[in-house]
């Protein structure tokens, strides 16, 4: 089955204590994405990768990181977590080179930061 | 840049009534339009897409038509079910500035009342 999968679904963590959330898909995507979705602001894209070793900013970069070594995998990284990343975060991939391609999401990770 | 304007909700509405969600965006080049939808607890899954103008996307009773003269793309149903109570986001991808990425509008919350 096609899919994007994401882990862990639900985290509750400490402030500044690093913490990866991992993302996966099946399909031989060339990009992949990752959003924050917070009530009020919509869908907001955090980084995104069009192929292995490219990685850009998106609209809200700052205090994530991400890397893709592989192309199935496109783990986003919060080394020193803050409670202003509260938030449902989904990442999402799709074949690059056509813009009318949709992009499949992952089911979200939901970060509570204390 | 690139931008996606949609109704504010929360939109409630009795079963079986017609609904309209507007959309508007704006955008260099010609962007392809897309509509989301996010059941209660779930991730986004693609609802219709069009990808140039006077297309008509449709899926599950839902149609939406891409028109560049007024840069909307407007969703409407006949008679909307409960089934369909969930968050709804229009988004717009152009390969004009922003390589493909998804711009969000932020979201409009259907209820459907028995």
């Known amino acids: 089955e096609a899919q994007v999968t994401q882990n862990p679904r639900y985290l509750i963590t400490v402030t500044g204590k690093k913490l990866t959330v991992t993302c996966s898909q099946n399909?031989?995507?060339?990009?992949m994405s990752w959003y924050r979705q917070d009530p009020g602001l919509g869908l907001r894209q955090i980084y995104y990768?069009?192929?292995?070793?490219?990685?850009d900013k998106g609209d809200v970069p700052e205090g994530y990181k991400v890397s893709r070594k592989e192309k199935r995998n496109f783990p986003l990284i919060l080394e020193s977590p803050s409670p202003n990343q509260t938030s449902l975060y989904f990442c999402?991939?799709?074949?690059?080179?056509?813009?009318?391609?949709?992009?499949?999401f992952g089911p979200g990770t939901r970060l509570t930061v204390t | 840049g690139n931008s996606v304007t949609q109704m504010e909700g929360p939109v409630t509405l009795s079963e079986e009534a017609f609904l309209t969600i507007n959309c508007t965006y704006t955008?260099?080049?010609?962007?392809?339009l897309f509509w989301y939808v996010q059941y209660p607890g779930e991730g986004l899954q693609l609802l219709l897409k069009?990808?140039?103008?006077?297309d008509k996307g449709s899926n599950k009773g839902f149609e939406a038509t891409y028109r560049k003269e007024t840069t909307s793309f407007h969703l409407e149903k006949g008679s909307v079910q409960v089934s369909d109570s969930a968050v709804y986001f229009c988004?717009?991808?152009?390969?004009?500035?922003?390589?493909?990425?998804?711009?969000f509008g932020k979201g409009t919350k259907l209820s459907v009342k028995p």
């Open positions: 999402a991939s799709r074949q690059y080179r056509d813009r009318g391609y949709e992009q499949y």
């Open positions: 069009a990808t140039k103008a006077d």
């Open positions: 988004a717009l991808s152009s390969l004009r500035g922003s390589q493909g990425n998804l711009i």
């Open positions: 990768s069009m192929n292995v070793e490219v990685t």
């Open positions: 955008a260099t080049g010609y962007p392809s």
């Open positions: 399909m031989n995507h060339e990009y």
